[in-house]
Antibody, heavy 125, light 107 residues
Framework: EVQLLESGGGLVQPGGSLRLSCAAS????????LTWVRQVPGKGLEWVSS?????????YYADSVKGRFTISRDGSKNTVFLQMNSLRAEDAAVYYC?????????????????WGQGTLVTVSS | EIVLTQSPATLSLSPGERATLSCRAS??????LAWYQQKPGQAPRLLIN???NRATGIPARFSGSGSGTDFTLTISSLEPEDFAVYYC?????????FGGGTKVEMK
């Protein structure tokens, strides 16, 4: 059974940092791209960042987080991370980790068949 | 950035009725469009991939159609568990974007 378990959310002051983790199980971790999507409670979904399969040589970011957030993956721990620096009030949201639907020959479809339950990030002084 | 516009924002229907949800892209996304269902307090669930392919375990009453800039998600006969918010998402290019959602509520 595929499982994605996010952790690391919490309350942080504006300008502060948090590191989110997503522990994956139930599939061949290295074979799939992984993505972070966020959602302000009661609002819509916003793509944040994606990392390619394998060693994660390709990373992608929304303009709203570029230069402040860093996505990475650790194959030895089957975990993907989102390092969030210089946090702003508008970064407050539930952050979901999601697995790409399919990857063939290293090329992944960035639609998402499994999602974690999310971790809440609150940015407030 | 490709903007996805979903309509209507809210759809008020009764169980057994047909639901037709629209997603329009600001430029062509070919067939690289997915649909998700989200219920309160839950993560999104993939319904349709690449415009018309039902994901594993998705009932046949859900169908997707369209290509280019205009897409439709149809629920042929609403079941009580189908009342939720539905989002479209493209994977045509970076950045990925989601539509603003359509809430299907019980009339």
């Amino acid at each position: 059974e595929v499982q994605l378990l996010e952790s690391g959310g919490g309350l942080v002051q504006p300008g502060g940092s948090l590191r989110l983790s997503c522990a994956a199980s139930g599939f061949t971790f290295s074979s799939y791209a992984l993505t972070w999507v966020r959602q302000v409670p009661g609002k819509g979904l916003e793509w944040v960042s994606s990392i390619s399969a394998g060693g994660g040589g390709n990373t992608y970011y929304a303009d709203s987080v570029k230069g402040r957030f860093t996505i990475s993956r650790d194959g030895s721990k089957n975990t993907v991370f989102l390092q969030m620096n210089s946090l702003r009030a508008e970064d407050a949201a539930v952050y979901y980790c999601a697995k790409s639907f399919i990857c063939i020959g290293g090329r992944c479809h960035y639609s998402f068949d499994y999602w974690g339950q999310g971790t809440l990030v609150t940015v407030s002084s | 950035e490709i903007v996805l516009t979903q309509s209507p924002a809210t759809l008020s229907l009764s169980p057994g009725e047909r639901a037709t949800l629209s997603c329009r892209a600001s430029q062509s996304v070919s067939s690289y469009l997915a649909w998700y269902q989200q219920k309160p307090g839950q993560a999104p669930r993939l319904l349709i991939n690449d415009a018309s392919n039902r994901a594993t375990g998705i009932p046949a009453r859900f169908s997707g159609s369209g290509s280019g800039t205009d897409f439709t998600l149809t629920i042929s006969s609403l079941e009580p568990e189908d009342f939720a918010v539905y989002y479209c998402q493209h994977r045509s290019s970076w950045p990925l974007t989601f539509g603003g959602g359509t809430k299907v509520e019980m009339k």
